[in-house]
């Protein structure tokens, strides 16, 4: 195999050789069932080492049209794993049209290059998808930045 060999065990078994290590940008962009959002911030930037992939991800928006049902964010550079669904960890969130008094989890399922978003209400005992109406209109508005890991097929 080519590749760094890690100097575990016999150096070129497969499993013990780096031979995929990437660097790059991807566009996220937020997800509704209906109506639309207006980016005014894209960023997606990743590091791949192996089948690990870590990004890191900056969106806002300048306006709304109407949006409703679930949210999401699509666009990550690789699809997840199945079996290895992972969540991001929130750096920002500001200037929404919604009270985050819960949890807020970011969740990229198996088997998609997209991020679900939940919201559990701190009286709720449940998660629900977080709701197009909960994003609010005008410039420079739904702030966020996100990082995570996830394992890619």
Not at 134 to 142: A, C, E, P, V
């Amino acid at each position: 195999a080519n590749g760094i060999a890690l100097g575990v065990g016999t150096a070129n078994t497969a499993s013990n050789v780096l031979d995929d290590y990437e660097e790059g940008s991807f566009t996220p962009s937020f997800t509704v069932a209906s109506g639309s959002i207006t980016a005014a911030a894209q960023v997606g930037r990743y590091v791949k080492v192996g089948d690990l992939v870590h990004v890191q991800i900056a969106l806002s928006t300048n306006g709304i049209s109407s949006p409703s049902g679930n949210t999401g964010i699509s666009g990550l550079p690789f699809t997840c794993k199945s079996g290895c669904g992972s969540s991001l960890s929130i750096g920002i969130i500001y200037r929404w049209d919604t009270d985050f008094d819960g949890d807020l989890v970011f969740r990229i399922d198996d088997n998609t290059a997209a991020i679900a978003i939940w919201k559990n209400e701190s009286n709720s005992s449940s998660a629900d998808s977080l709701q197009g109406s909960s994003f609010l209109d005008g410039s420079s508005k739904n702030q966020l930045i996100l990082s995570g890991t996830y394992q890619s097929t």
